[in-house]
């Protein structure tokens, strides 16, 4: 998996409590995307919890985060909630 759609996941993981406030259902759709794309990984949320904080995905991160700030509240609920009812069931 690329660095880059590891940290488009963990911006969402960090982006989604506010649009959507706090929701279970968005913690399981997050450890279920993450496991999807760490198929190979026993601990895939821890695996790419460390990852995150590597020099290599650090940079990437913040650009996810800047391009979350930058969309209006409307567009990060809806993909939000696109991934929260996707991959919760």
């Not at 450890?31 to 895939?44: C, Q, R």
């Not at 991160?61 to 009812?85: G, H, P, T, Y």
């Amino acid at each position: 998996i690329s660095p880059q759609k590891l940290e488009v996941i963990c911006g969402l993981s960090q982006t989604c409590p506010t649009p959507i406030g706090k929701d279970l259902k968005i913690n399981k759709a997050y450890d279920t995307l993450v496991k999807s794309y760490l198929s190979n990984e026993k601990n895939a949320v821890e695996i790419l919890s460390k990852r995150m904080q590597t020099k290599e995905y650090t940079e990437s991160l913040k650009e996810a985060r800047d391009i979350a700030k930058a969309a209006s509240d409307e567009d990060n609920r809806q993909i939000c909630n696109d991934v929260r009812n996707y991959y919760s069931k």
